[in-house]
């Protein structure tokens, strides 16, 4: 066990010390993180609440593609991003083939649906008397919508936390369409891996130790939304 205690030494002094690999797969996984999310957040959450908001032919058939879509594997999602963005697919003339914000795209199609689904099913949520009670007191249909979603605010917070902890974790999507490339698409997840098996134990724990970190913080935030 004395390898385990070495490593986490090790590791602090690489995060202390500001190690040059591991502060740029942090930097890196911080950077495409944050615009696959600033993506997944700005399509999903209006095809959430629209899903969830309104009665339209073919809402349950939907809401079944939407729920089965949360299932995705990630390196199948990689792998349809890599054939899209490659040279020879149709948007390989963009450059986005092992450059994070190709990465970025993977990612946010895999938060889309947790976005989505979750927003819906929190918008779904609403009590239907509060619409009603609304529009009694003669609420215009603009103060029914925001009073509505005020009421579910923490539901749709959860929502992002929740497609934000899965991008954060995710090394399919990163290692097929980033290529894992060293100062330019490596990330904490595919650095975790490799550095592993290369027996560099001490970077991976500080890596780790990042991920913990940063899934902590992220938490934490979410708590003391909950709280106002």
Same mark, same amino acid.
């Given at each position: 066990?004395?390898?385990?205690?070495?490593?986490? /030494?090790?590791? /602090?002094?690489?995060?202390?010390?500001?190690?040059?690999?591991?502060?740029?797969?942090?930097?890196?996984?911080? &950077?495409?993180?944050?615009?696959?999310?600033?993506?997944?957040?700005?399509?999903?959450?209006?095809?959430?609440?629209?899903?969830?908001?309104?009665?339209? *032919?073919? &809402?349950?058939? %939907?809401?079944?593609?939407?729920?089965?879509?949360?299932?995705? $594997?990630?390196?199948?999602?990689?792998?349809?991003?890599?054939?899209?963005?490659?040279?020879?697919? $149709? %948007?390989?003339?963009?450059?986005?083939?092992?450059?994070?914000?190709? /990465?970025?795209?993977?990612?946010?199609?895999?938060?889309?649906?947790?976005?989505?689904?979750? +927003?819906?099913? +929190?918008?779904?949520?609403?009590?239907?008397?509060?619409?009603?009670?609304?529009?009694?007191?003669?609420?215009?249909?603009? #103060?029914? %919508?925001?009073?509505?979603?005020?009421?579910? *605010?923490?539901?749709?917070?959860?929502?992002?936390?929740?497609?934000?902890?899965?991008?954060?974790?995710?090394?399919?999507?990163?290692?097929?369409?980033?290529? #894992? /490339?060293?100062?330019? +698409?490596?990330?904490?997840?595919?650095?975790?891996?490799?550095?592993? #098996? &290369?027996?560099?134990?001490?970077?991976?724990?500080?890596?780790?130790?990042?991920?913990?970190?940063?899934?902590?913080?992220? #938490?934490?935030?979410?708590?003391?939304? *909950? &709280?106002?």
């Amino acid at each position: 066990m004395d390898f385990i205690l070495e490593g986490f /030494i090790k590791a /602090i002094g690489l995060l202390f010390y500001g190690d040059e690999s591991t502060w740029s797969a942090i930097l890196a996984t911080l &950077k495409v993180s944050s615009c696959s999310m600033l993506l997944s957040i700005g399509a999903g959450l209006p095809f959430g609440f629209v899903v969830g908001y309104f009665d339209f *032919r073919g &809402k349950k058939q %939907l809401r079944t593609v939407l729920d089965t879509l949360l299932s995705l $594997p990630t390196v199948f999602i990689g792998l349809m991003v890599y054939a899209f963005i490659s040279h020879q697919g $149709p %948007l390989g003339e963009f450059g986005l083939l092992f450059t994070l914000g190709g /990465i970025a795209v993977g990612q946010a199609i895999l938060a889309f649906p947790i976005v989505a689904a979750i +927003t819906a099913s +929190t918008i779904e949520g609403i009590d239907s008397e509060l619409k009603l009670t609304l529009a009694t007191l003669g609420a215009g249909k603009r #103060n029914i %919508l925001f009073t509505c979603l005020w009421e579910v *605010r923490y539901g749709i917070l959860v929502a992002v936390v929740t497609a934000y902890g899965r991008v954060m974790t995710e090394v399919g999507i990163s290692m097929i369409v980033g290529g #894992n /490339i060293k100062y330019h +698409t490596r990330t904490i997840t595919t650095a975790i891996a490799l550095e592993t #098996n &290369k027996g560099l134990f001490a970077d991976g724990i500080a890596l780790g130790l990042v991920l913990i970190s940063i899934a902590f913080a992220v #938490n934490l935030s979410l708590s003391f939304f *909950r &709280k106002q």
